[in-house]
């Protein structure tokens, strides 16, 4: 994977963002697992981009396609659909897989709300890293005025391929021991 190698347009500042393909699979009390997506963001904590939680999507158009999938499994014909499913015993469908995970996004939204906590300090303050087109940090200003900026990658380094990790939270973001 290629490298996300940073430097600050201001100081001598150094520093990496590493792509991994990571799963966040939040454990709540009464036992229902929510997966999200991570996010790489600035910790001011640590100092550092780091792995954080993403922020959550907004309520209101979750709760809509909620409803939408509730109008539709309301009709008759998938009542039918759904008998003759239960009957041969087959699982649940793609309506009620998606809609029990709109459940958990909107559970998962309500519960964390707007933090994106650090993965590897437990940190809070982390602010997002996004880029122009000419790989310049907006929105965000290094501690010494200047802006981070994305390093044209070097073809030429060595390259690491990280396998998929799930990291286990709980429902305020913290890490859990899990086994599974």
């Excluded at 990571?22 to 790489?40: C, K, N, Q, S, W």
């Amino acid at each position: 994977m290629p490298d996300g190698r940073l430097s600050c347009t201001a100081c001598d500042y150094r520093g990496f963002m590493v792509f991994r393909r990571i799963t966040l699979a939040y454990h709540f009390a009464d036992g229902t697992t929510v997966d999200a997506p991570r996010d790489i963001r600035w910790c001011s904590d640590c100092g550092n981009p780091r792995d954080t939680e993403s922020s959550q999507p907004a309520l209101e158009p979750l709760q809509a396609e909620l409803d939408a999938l509730k109008a539709s499994s309301a009709t008759p014909r998938y009542r039918v659909k759904r008998w003759f499913s239960r009957l041969f015993g087959l699982g649940a469908d793609d309506l009620q897989k998606r809609a029990d995970e709109l459940r958990g996004q909107i559970r998962l939204a309500k519960a964390r709300g707007d933090e994106c906590r650090c993965l590897i300090c437990a940190g809070v303050h982390t602010l997002p890293l996004t880029f122009d087109e000419n790989g310049v940090c907006t929105g965000f200003q290094h501690d010494c005025g200047g802006h981070l900026q994305l390093d044209p990658p070097d073809m030429d380094a060595p390259r690491f391929n990280y396998g998929r990790e799930t990291i286990h939270l709980d429902d305020a973001g913290k890490r859990v021991q899990w086994s599974e």
